[in-house]
């Protein structure tokens, strides 16, 4: 028997203000993949992940991490069940150091004990050094650039197997952007599956194995490992018109 995928969005169906936001959304996530969630703005990427981590709430279809049904489960158990998120709109403690805010995001986890903990401090400060300098500073007082680098952190820091950035490039200048690019090379090297959410083809194709197309709510197209991304057809259809 086949193994089921580390993460099984199946049919997903969502609903805000009377607006269907999402309709049968289908995505499957292997261990140790980069996929890439690609779509014009409003086009429904960042409610795939809030749909994810139980933000939403949900009309029909399932969420399983493994073949465990977590449709019905608050955040927290997503996050336990090895689920990190890099929100687009960052959603740090401003006043609050980014020790702390990254800190906080295993508060209340019965699965990482404070010597784990340390370990994934090491980690993250392994993949982005250029945090150690702010560590101690409120996270209101960074940048975009570091904000951004401390939402990755924080999805690192509760151990996850696979996280979901949502425009992890986005209104960074070209060094930062960069960096970020390592950064995301070291996560998988770590063997961490990642979901990045794209308005910007050019980066998705530069970091994913693969790709789904989401186009008004719908999952438009896939795109295989191998297969280019830039030159996908539904992809020159929706970004270029042609
Ligand atoms: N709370 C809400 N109530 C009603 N409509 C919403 C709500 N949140 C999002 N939408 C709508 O759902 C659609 C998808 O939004 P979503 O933010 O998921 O898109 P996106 O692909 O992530 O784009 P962006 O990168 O611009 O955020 C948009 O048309 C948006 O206006």
Request: glycine share 10%.
């Amino acid at each position: 028997m086949s193994q089921a995928p580390l993460l099984e969005i199946e049919d997903i169906t969502v609903t805000l203000d009377k607006a269907t936001v999402l309709e049968d959304v289908s995505i499957r996530i292997e261990p140790g993949e980069t996929v890439a969630l690609i779509g014009r703005n409003g086009a429904g990427k960042t409610t795939t992940f809030r749909t994810v981590m139980g933000q939403t709430s949900i009309q029909n279809g399932s969420i399983r991490v493994r073949g465990t049904d977590l449709t019905d489960q608050p955040s927290r158990s997503r996050i336990q069940h090895g689920i990190g998120f890099a929100p687009e709109d960052r959603r740090l403690f401003t006043t609050l150091t980014v020790e702390d805010n990254i800190q906080m995001s295993t508060w209340g986890s019965d699965s990482i004990s404070d010597e784990e903990f340390q370990t994934r401090r090491e980690q993250i400060l392994d993949i982005f050094p250029e945090m150690e300098e702010f560590l101690d500073r409120p996270a209101g007082q960074l940048s975009g650039g570091e904000q951004k680098m401390v939402t990755v952190g924080r999805a690192l820091a509760s151990d996850p197997d696979i996280v979901l950035l949502d425009e992890p490039f986005e209104g960074l200048a070209p060094s930062v952007r960069e960096r970020f690019r390592e950064g995301v090379e070291r996560i998988k090297d770590l063997g961490i599956s990642i979901v990045v959410a794209e308005s910007n083809v050019r980066h998705a194709g530069e970091i994913a194995d693969r790709g789904y197309v989401i186009e008004r709510g719908e999952i438009v197209t896939s795109i295989d490992e191998g297969e280019p991304i830039v030159d996908n057809t539904e992809i020159k259809r929706i970004f270029e018109g042609s």
